[in-house]
């Protein structure tokens, strides 16, 4: 019988070892398996944390939309399911997207005009926990706390969010913010105004205040919509929606 030199066994159970890797490899390569969110807007990367908390705030209104529309039930697999050619979870995933649009557009600005240093979800999280026991110190120190004893994420962010509106309206070397007497009987002459339990009408003097502030936030809101509509949103959609299903 020839032998066999041991070069060719090595070789042999190298190929095995290798041909055993490969079908491994491929098996579970084709497993469905958890998804990872790859999610840029404008450049900036959004962790997993932050993009979930984006679609815990529009989950409710999602459900809301589909109850109120289609008289579907949040059971089961509502979310993946058709409803009028629409999906639940692709919905989710997508009002998510608007809202983290919105927040970096506010955020962004807030940090332009140094209202805060770090517009990050990161550095968000950080002026919670900040502010959380600054409060919690004052309460065991007896001294009084207005508003909440604590914040939730989300009520902190409308906090700030209503913070920088009303910080950059109230200066008015910012973009838009100065006005002219043209624009402000413009914005008068386009609604009625009126003062007391009565609803008398007031005349321009009267609702100057009202009018001027009113102006001055829609401005501002008109500067954050344009900030949204051009920020650039990096993801692959069908992506996307596996994840958010995969999280819900």
């Not at 002026?127 to 004893?149: C, F, H, M, Q, T």
């Not at 910012?174 to 386009?190: A, H, K």
Request: charged share 35%; aromatic share 12%; hydrophobic share 35%.
């Amino acid at each position: 019988m020839k032998k066999i030199g041991k070069g060719k066994i090595f070789i042999a159970i190298a190929a095995i070892l290798l041909a055993g890797v490969a079908a491994v490899g491929i098996f579970l390569y084709g497993m469905p398996g958890k998804e990872r969110l790859h999610l840029r807007i404008s450049g900036i990367e959004i962790s997993e944390e932050e993009y979930l908390q984006a679609v815990k705030a529009v989950r409710y209104d999602v459900a809301a939309y589909f109850a109120g529309t289609y008289g579907a039930k949040e059971e089961g697999s509502f979310w993946s399911e058709e409803y009028g050619g629409e999906i639940p979870c692709e919905k989710l995933a997508d009002e998510a997207v608007e809202r983290l649009k919105y927040i970096h557009a506010v955020y962004g600005l807030a940090e332009e005009k140094g209202y805060i240093d770090d517009a990050g979800y990161d550095a968000l999280v950080e002026r919670l926990e900040d502010e959380n026991a600054s409060r919690k110190e004052k309460i065991e120190a007896g001294e009084p706390v207005y508003g909440l004893s604590e914040y939730t994420l989300d009520l902190f962010m409308e906090y700030e969010v209503s913070s920088f509106r009303e910080r950059y309206c109230n200066d008015k070397t910012n973009e838009g913010m100065d006005l002219t007497e043209e624009e402000i009987l413009e914005y008068y002459e386009s609604r009625e105004w009126t003062f007391g339990d009565s609803g008398e009408t007031a005349d321009l003097e009267t609702a100057r205040i009202a009018v001027e502030r009113e102006l001055r936030e829609k401005k501002y809101d008109e500067i954050i919509a344009q900030r949204e509509a051009d920020s650039q949103v990096e993801t692959d959609r069908e992506e996307l929606y596996r994840f958010t299903l995969q999280n819900i």
